[in-house]
């Protein structure tokens, strides 16, 4: 009998779950980042900006409250189902779009994009990031910038911790954390286990692998797909200066305008 095709782990990871058992990655956040972020991408009210891994949505609202014409594309349909419902379908809402992110349906309609909370790196070949970052600059008017929120390897090597358990939201979760070499190249591995506090039976299992990027490397990668490294990077969605034991590395870039 033929092997049934194994789903990749972005495909399966991203859901209501997820979100249930990240309750600190909320509004709030968002809210406080969005300032810095608009500033940072030099937008006015109005501006058409894309969200690319928008995820449950929170940068969208964020952004759209400050007057920005947002779409959130993202590849998980439980995370564009738990966006809508918390974005009223009123003008000037957020619009979302099922999308894998290497194949972004865009051309030359944004003033802006961002791509928050790690939302790279997920690919087994560099080639894949390089689609999505190229997809970006499609869909990107000349002249436009782009926001990358990514993590800085040297933070998380120096900081990992291998395991740990506690409960969130009634759940009782165990997570275990490595370092790993791939044929990508370097990745850091998550593998949790959740179960309802108190019971046995396991309710999920699911794991993260995320490509470990140097700074160096993601200047490499936006250049090669058309955007261009703009200025000094930061340490944080609040502009905090980057360090080697930034928690973050937030690098702005732009699409060549027409001469």
């Given at each position: ?34 300032a810095?972020?608009v ?24 952004l ?79 002249g ?6 990514y ?11 291998a ?7 009634g759940?009782h979760v165990?997570v ?8 990508a ?23 993260e692998r ?23 990077r ?5 502009g ?15 699409k060549a305008a027409?001469?």
């Amino acid at each position: 009998m033929p092997v049934a095709d194994v789903a990749p782990w972005y495909a399966t990871a991203f859901g209501r779950l997820w979100l249930r058992l990240h309750p600190h990655r909320d509004d709030a956040e968002a809210a406080r980042h969005a300032a810095f972020i608009v500033g940072v991408l030099g937008l006015k009210a109005g501006a058409r900006v894309l969200d690319v891994g928008c995820g449950g949505g929170r940068y969208c609202r964020a952004l759209a409250a400050r007057g920005l014409k947002v779409t959130g594309a993202d590849l998980s349909a439980e995370m564009l189902e738990a966006a809508r419902a918390q974005s009223p379908n009123l003008p000037g809402s957020p619009l979302y779009l099922r999308a894998d992110a290497r194949a972004l349906p865009f051309v030359a309609q944004f003033e802006g994009a961002v791509s928050l909370f790690t939302s790279l790196g997920y690919f087994d070949a560099r080639r894949d990031d390089l689609d999505l970052l190229r997809g970006v600059a499609r869909a990107l008017v000349p002249g436009g910038a782009f926001l990358l929120d990514y993590l800085n390897p040297a933070h998380v090597r120096s900081t990992l911790v291998a395991e740990e358990e506690g409960s969130v939201d009634g759940h009782h979760v165990h997570v275990r954390r490595s370092c790993e070499e791939s044929a990508a190249g370097p990745v850091v591995v998550k593998r949790v286990t959740v179960r309802h506090a108190g019971a046995k039976r396991i309710e999920s299992e699911f794991f993260e692998r995320v490509r470990l990027y140097e700074p160096a490397e993601i200047d490499a990668l936006l250049a090669e797909a058309g955007l261009v490294p703009e200025g000094e990077r930061w340490g944080s969605l609040e502009g905090a200066r980057f360090e080697p034991a930034s928690e973050r590395q937030v690098r702005l870039a732009r699409k060549a305008a027409r001469r």
